[in-house]
Nanobody
Framework: QVQLVETGGGLVQAGGSLRLSCKASGRTFSSSAMGWFRQAPGKEREFVAAVDWSFGSTSYADSVKGRFTISRDNVQITVYLQMNSLKPEDTAVYYC???????????????????WGQGTQVTVSS
């Protein structure tokens, strides 16, 4: 059993910053990657960023590249998403996920993630 808990969401003005955290817990943690996805009202869930747990390789959606940074803490088994220069279109529920994508190429594929957090709301005002 793996449990993921996200924190750090909130309301921020455009251009501001937020940092999301996702802590994993369970009897064992065998997932090879953790990532962030988001879902805005009326839209399907989309990939944001992911990190390979063992080697630290990262992947970002084009829409957030250069603004968001994903990082990991191997001791606390926690993944972070530093979000800078936030835009109103970043408004969404952000979900943390854990899984085992077979390669870095498919880190962005939601189908490889089998554990999901409850989500945290990020609202960016204009």
């Amino acid at each position: 059993q793996v449990q993921l808990v996200e924190t750090g969401g909130g309301l921020v003005q455009a251009g501001g910053s937020l940092r999301l955290s996702c802590k994993a817990s369970g009897r064992t943690f065998s997932s090879s990657a953790m990532g962030w996805f988001r879902q805005a009202p009326g839209k399907e869930r989309e990939f944001v960023a992911a990190v390979d747990w063992s080697f630290g390789s990262t992947s970002y959606a084009d829409s957030v590249k250069g603004r968001f940074t994903i990082s990991r803490d191997n001791v606390q088994i926690t993944v972070y998403l530093q979000m800078n220069s936030l835009k109103p279109e970043d408004t969404a529920v952000y979900y943390c996920a854990a899984g085992s994508p077979p390669s870095r190429i498919v880190l962005s594929a939601a189908s490889w993630y089998h554990y999901w957090g409850q989500g945290t709301q990020v609202t960016v005002s204009s």
